[in-house]
């Protein structure tokens, strides 16, 4: 039995218990059984076929960047621990449950040729912003893969608060509207291949989400470095057109549902108003499961 089995094996007899846990799910109506589909045996290995002979280069050789131009700075440990983002000191089970979703996340999207992800979900305060840092973090481990957390929230930016930062610094805001260069913006939190472009300026989203010049950049971003997984942290999709928007630019999305809070309808709604626009959603994280 793999390791990744056995990891998988034992989140289902946590989440039996009550425990925090992950979830997959395309629809909301199959959330309840996402436990049951996630025991199947999983190889440890990442599904292929790669883009080109670049990627496949990178992901046999391994991936290590330096950042000459990208500001590195070590957040606070406290104040990551306190905001329940990764670090070297985190519970070795909480780290395996976001091992669980970067493995699913990229079992369904590499062997596609996907590589931009939006996180999303039906109303605010589901956890987000949350499950973006450490989804990317957790890619971020892998020996092939580096990741770029883009903060695309403007409405409720919480990204750089997250790390201790203050959420006016310069931004995707910013790049949108007043042409600054994203080399001179991006931050690393002092995580080896991982690179954070912050939401910046606070801004009516919706034009900006859906413009000419979002869509470009993403689709570079996409397209630089063949062993580069883009997340973009976004709003939430009821009642707020921006995610709508932005959603056709990127390969696939990724819901989070918040147990106990978010009523199965809103979940099936917000899952049909995604599919109505054509979005690939390849799966659902079942957030804060109460112990």
């Keep these: 039995m793999s390791k990744l089995h056995k990891a998988l094996d034992k989140a289902r007899e946590q989440k039996n218990r009550g425990t925090t846990s992950v979830a997959f799910s395309p629809d909301q109506d199959r959330l309840a059984r996402a436990y049951e589909r996630a025991s199947r045996d999983l190889t440890d290995q ?22 000459t131009r990208t500001q590195v700075f070590t957040p606070d440990a406290r104040i990551l621990e306190s905001n329940r ?9 909480v780290k395996d449950y976001y091992d669980i979703l970067r493995t699913q996340v990229l079992q369904r999207t590499i062997p596609n040729g996907w590589n931009s992800l939006m996180v999303t ?44 930062l203050d959420e006016d610094r310069t931004g995707l805001g910013d790049y949108l509207l007043d042409s600054v260069q994203v080399h001179d913006i991006l931050f690393s939190p002092g995580v080896d291949k991982m690179v ?63 147990a106990g809070k978010t009523p199965s309808q809103d979940v099936q709604e917000a899952v049909r108003t995604l599919e109505e626009q054509g979005v690939n959603i390849i799966g659902m994280v079942l957030n804060a499961v109460r112990q």
């Design 46 to 67: 990442t599904a292929s076929p790669v883009r080109s002979a670049n990627r496949k280069a990178a992901r046999e050789e391994g991936v290590n960047p330096s950042y």
């Design 121 to 164: 979900s039906a109303h605010p305060g589901e956890g987000k912003t949350l499950t973006s840092i450490n989804l990317a973090l957790a890619i971020a481990r892998q020996v092939q893969q580096t990741a770029l957390l883009v903060g695309a929230n403007f409405r409720n930016p919480r990204l750089c608060s997250c790390f201790g």
């Design 85 to 93: 983002i990764m670090t070297p000191s985190t519970d070795p089970r």
């Design 196 to 258: 954070i472009l912050p939401p910046g300026k606070n801004m009516p989203a919706t034009d900006m989400l859906g413009s000419p010049r979002m869509k470009n950049l993403v689709q570079e971003l996409k397209t630089k470095y063949p062993d580069r997984y883009v997340i973009y942290d976004c709003p939430h999709v009821l009642d707020m057109p921006d995610s709508l928007v932005f959603s056709s630019y990127v390969d696939a999305v990724l819901m989070v549902v918040q």
